[in-house]
């Protein structure tokens, strides 16, 4: 088989063919290639062997369909899997072929009707707008019949007037003729009348056809002025109507209900009568009130204003807006029981949170800082009774008071814990004080029974100094000796909660509107402000809308103390509650209200009140006390702080304890005192007033950094509060004056005095007592009187210069400026030396 059999391959011309030549053949098993040179580059091409013999040509669309016209080395299983690969493929084809029809089908009757919807909204449209016309034709129609009808009243109104003129019948002509004309006078005046009503529409029409209102125009005013509203023209064709029918006819007064509160806008108070405000002002200078639109009115006399005009008035007050929270009393068959509420209160280190730990299987105390307690926190715990008891975990350390102080006040039962190795310490009797206060049982728990030095007995023994009587004592308060290392008196001490809320018999409803008070709060970086709610009355549902303190917000997310979100929290159950607008104060209480307008408002009214509270204090000064209140400031000298803690509760207590630093000559000044990061604003407040900036357990972000580096502001990071205490205290020590002590080191009487040339006058004398030194201070006694106090000038023994002379031995001295020396004048001397003072 050569070369030149069979067809030549496609694209490649023959040897004398311009785009190239074929150079030669070769062969690579049963392929042979064809190397055509183009005048670009040179290309192989591949040609089939079957091709020159011409079996190739031959073949059918339809594939190779035998044996003897398949190519040499193709098994039947090869030939048989290409063929149902063919067939595979032309019924994926047909099946493309199909689903695009139908798809191309079902667009098709898509578009169709989109188009006969829009063609029956289009017909809907117009039949509308038809409509519309005609009923503004017909009432258009019912215009001009009404018109016309009241000029033909117009018109026979004028003929009787001419009727006189022309009825005596037997008068002259000439009499008669003015009469004639009547008629045709009245026509032309309706005619002119008509015209000038033409001209004045057409007016009009130009005027609103000429475009936007220039300066030009609206300066000049008149008839080429703005042209007049649709209103306007209503109310000109109403009197017109009126005018023709018989009259204008007087409108009914309507009496209205005027709420008015303490002071209003006098613009305001015409807007709740309904009437006009040059109407109210003019009868406010009537009254002789010479006030604006724009000026506050008392309510005494905006009531006298209201009842002028013939309203009635209804007093309200700005507390109002707190009439929404519901104050509804539950009766007795809507309460359910509730899980008793426990607080746990104590001395600093007597093992509170160590106990607490115990009861819930927990370990809290070993996050803490320095292992003391430093926020509330609160948790739940399921006994295996299986009854749910709240706990409340206080602060111990002595500048908690307020948190100890919120602690009682939301709680059941205390349970007030001391440890069996100490004694009743400070914070233990203000818990005492505390739950005194607030009424609530008292469970004493004796902690620590399991170490060697433990004396229980003197615990109950010491307890008696302040009214607190154990059992044991025969006394009426239940007293347990609890361990939490061994977990020794655990069960005991849940027994006895468990009997005490039996006998409270604690209930509450929940089925109304959530009622709580705020344990914590705190400003978190990710989540924004977080409150701790102990849910007091009601369930607290998430997207509920609430107002608590000044701040309002609605519920986002509701979380246990377990970190598990959950979807309500009802009494009794401590919750973290997102979804506030700012951090409140701890101690606020929450409500929850219907909207969120109504709980806004509530939060404006408290923030204002707040803040003329805030503005108010010293208003009241008189000026002398202005004046001695300045000069006392110039003796003292101020420490400025800014204080940023991670919970409000936490700032509260930094700030009360920096308030106690300090006496008559020092104190610290907390400029401002927040919840979150260390921010720019609290660098540049620190920077112009000169303060440190403090940082309890929070740090600064990246630009309060850089500002602060740039600007030389100190910040300091403290998690523990007695090392900040111990800081400002040591720094506020530093503002106070070296104190001066004298010391005295001896006593020299004068026997003699000499004159000495070139020195003065000079005290020959005895020391009687101690020590005489010429770098000492001396004072000069004359009959028990200081009449010197200065320096010696000079201390000789015999003719000899000497630094000191002791007791009994005789000296010369002279004073620095002084020479009012007498016999019998007794000398003391004495030294000063400054001693550092510190802030107790």
Not at 261 to 277: F, Q
């Amino acid at each position: 088989m050569s070369d030149n059999d069979g067809k030549k391959p496609l694209g490649v011309r023959g040897a004398g063919s311009r785009p190239g030549n074929v150079k030669q053949s070769f062969s690579h098993g049963r392929t042979k290639n064809v190397v055509v040179e183009t005048k670009r580059k040179r290309v192989v091409v591949p040609k089939p062997a079957a091709a020159a013999t011409g079996a190739a040509g031959s073949a059918t669309s339809s594939g190779i369909t035998s044996a003897s016209k398949r190519p040499a080395g193709i098994s039947d299983a090869e030939l048989e899997r290409r063929m149902k690969a063919l067939a595979a493929a032309r019924a994926r084809e047909a099946d493309d072929a199909a689903q695009r029809e139908a798809d191309e089908k079902a667009r098709e009757e898509e578009r169709n009707r989109r188009r006969e919807e829009a063609e029956a909204k289009e017909r809907e449209q117009r039949e509308a707008e038809e409509k519309a016309r005609a009923k503004v034709e017909e009432e258009e129609r019912q215009k001009r019949a009404t018109e016309q009808a009241a000029l033909k009243a117009a018109a026979s109104a004028v003929e009787p007037d001419a009727a006189p003129v022309a009825a005596p019948s037997r008068a002259p002509a000439s009499s008669r003729a003015p009469a004639s004309k009547v008629a045709p006078v009245a026509r032309k005046r309706e005619e002119d009348d008509q015209q000038t009503r033409r001209g004045k529409a057409r007016g009009t029409d130009d005027a609103r056809r000429s475009g936007k209102l220039t300066l030009n125009q609206a300066l000049a005013g008149g008839e080429g002025g703005r042209p007049k509203s649709m209103a306007a023209m209503k109310r000109k064709q109403e009197r017109a109507r009126q005018k023709a029918m018989g009259g204008l006819q007087e409108r009914e007064k309507i009496v209205r209900d005027v709420q008015l509160p303490e002071t209003i806008v006098v613009s305001e108070l015409a807007n709740r009568m309904a009437e006009r405000v040059g109407d109210v002002v003019k009868a406010l200078m009537q009254s002789g009130m010479m006030v604006t639109q724009n000026q506050s009115i008392d309510a005494d006399t905006a009531e006298l204003i209201i009842e002028e005009f013939g309203h009635r008035v209804v007093r309200v007050s700005d507390s109002d807006v707190e009439d929404v929270i519901d104050t509804i009393q539950d009766k007795p068959e809507d309460l359910t029981p509730r899980p008793p509420v426990i607080t746990i209160m104590g001395h600093v280190d007597h093992g509170k949170t160590s106990l607490l730990d115990a009861i819930r299987d927990a370990k809290v105390v070993a996050g803490e800082a320095g292992g003391i307690t430093q926020h509330i926190g609160a948790y739940q715990v399921k006994t295996d009774s299986g009854a749910m008891l709240t706990f409340l975990d206080t602060p111990g350390h002595a500048a908690f008071t307020s948190m100890r102080a919120r602690g009682a006040q939301v709680t059941d039962i205390v349970v007030l814990v001391v440890a069996a190795d100490d004694a009743v310490m400070p914070q233990t009797i203000e818990a005492i004080n505390h739950a005194k206060a607030a009424k609530v049982p008292m469970i004493v728990a004796i902690n620590k029974i399991d170490k060697y030095e433990a004396n229980p007995q003197k615990v109950r023994t010491d307890l008696l100094q302040h009214e607190v009587i154990v059992e044991q004592m025969s006394g009426d308060v239940q007293d347990v000796e609890v361990s939490a290392v061994t977990g020794q008196g655990l069960d005991e001490l849940l027994e006895a909660i468990a009997l005490q809320a039996e006998i409270l018999e604690l209930k509450a409803n929940p089925n109304r509107a959530a009622e709580g008070a705020v344990i914590e709060a705190q400003l978190d970086v990710g989540r924004g402000p977080v409150a701790t709610v102990l849910v007091k009355k009601g369930t607290l549902r998430q997207g509920d809308v609430f107002v608590v303190g000044e701040q309002y917000g609605r519920v986002r997310a509701l979380i246990n103390d377990r970190g598990e979100r959950i979807k309500e929290a009802g009494p009794s159950v401590p919750v973290e509650v997102l979804g506030l607008n700012g951090t409140p104060e701890a101690g606020d209480v929450l409500n929850v209200v219907e909207t969120e307008a109504q709980a806004r408002e509530i939060a404006e009214y408290r923030a204002n009140a707040s803040k003329e509270k805030r503005a108010a204090v010293g208003a009241g000064t008189t000026l002398e006390q202005l004046l001695a209140k300045a000069k006392e400031d110039e003796n003292v000298k101020e420490l400025p702080i800014v204080v940023k803690a991670d919970v409000q509760g936490s700032a509260e207590a930094i700030v009360q304890a920096m308030e106690k630093i300090g006496n008559s000559e020092v104190r610290v000044r907390v400029l401002h005192s927040g919840v979150g990061a260390i921010t720019e604003s609290d660098i540049g407040l620190a920077e112009a007033s000169g303060a440190p900036v403090f940082g309890f357990n929070v740090r600064a972000n990246a630009p309060a950094r850089n500002t602060a580096n740039q600007k030389g502001v100190e910040i300091r990071y403290y998690s523990v509060i007695y090392d900040l205490v111990d800081d400002v205290k040591a720094a506020a020590s530093g503002l106070l004056g070296n104190e001066i002590r004298e010391k005295f080191i001896g006593y020299a009487k004068i026997k003699e005095v000499f004159k000495v040339t070139g020195i003065g006058r000079v005290a020959g004398c005895l020391v009687t007592e101690g020590v005489a030194r010429r770098s000492s201070g001396v004072r000069l006694l004359r009959d028990d009187v200081v009449v010197h106090e200065g320096t010696l000038k000079t201390l000789k023994r015999f003719k000899d210069d000497v630094n000191e002379v002791q007791s009994g031995q005789e000296c010369g001295m002279a004073f620095e400026n002084y020479d009012d020396i007498r016999p019998d004048d007794v000398i003391e001397i004495f030294e000063r030396e400054e001693v550092v003072r510190t802030l107790a």
